[in-house]
């Protein structure tokens, strides 16, 4: 059985072939001559083309050059950090952890979706350890869920307007913090999630240690996808570019700078009440 980090290196390892690979063979790096894709002859672009044409070819080349910082920042995250994590282990018991809320959010046409994801997100919140939590749901249209002690369903009337004109998941985030409807303190957390999103044991106790660490108050964390039946492989593969943001760009730029200088998903945030009312209070 391969540990954790020897995955890790192999990771690397291919990673690193496949980008040499390819800059071999499409001319970027020239080798005893090779490269597919490079023309036998140099030609002059100046001559060739003229002064206009030649000119909108470097531009174009040069636009190639704005998703560098997000490459890199990609390379790095992927190659620093460890991609295969082993099994999260609890820092503290999950008694003295604070209120967590796991809010999902919902256009309510799924019903039946939405109930059978909270029931296996409360399971998995069970078998975690976690007690002093709240599953709850906030939907456009009603969805029945089972009256329990630990559910909470939030329906949002058709007629609320947000002070600034939010719409969607948006406004619906923003009903759950009015005074009449929410139920939170400000040393309560919030774990937003989608209502497709299923929770795992260790992401359960990497939030736990998350928020007994006490650090920072946002929170992102990894989603992955094809865990279950795949249905379409060809959307399932173009989903896998999000997988590797997470564990490329987004890991690095929260672990080494601790802010969102790229891009911020909108599910798996875990944030604490506060933060939420005092960026209202400011606007």
Known sequence: MLTSKTK????????????????IFSGGLKVLNMGALVPATEINPWVQYGVIGASILYILRLITFLPLPQVLFNFIGLTFYNAFPDKVVLKGSPLLAPFICIRVVTRGDFPQLVKNNVNR????????????????????????????????????????????GALFKARALQYCLEDKVNILSDSDWIVHLDEETLLTENSVRGILNFVMDGKHQFGQGLITYANEEVVNWITTLADSFRVTDDMGKLKLQFLMFHKPLFSWKGSFVVTQVCNFFGHLNNN
């Open 8 to 23: 890790h290196y192999l990771h690397c390892l291919l990673f690193l072939t496949v980008i040499l690979v390819f800059e």
């Open 121 to 164: 997100n409360m399971n998995k919140c069970l078998d975690a350890g976690l007690e002093n939590f709240l599953i709850e749901v906030v939907s456009d249209k009603p969805v029945g869920l089972d009256q329990r002690r630990r559910i909470r369903e939030v329906v949002v009337p058709k007629e609320y307007r947000t002070k600034s």
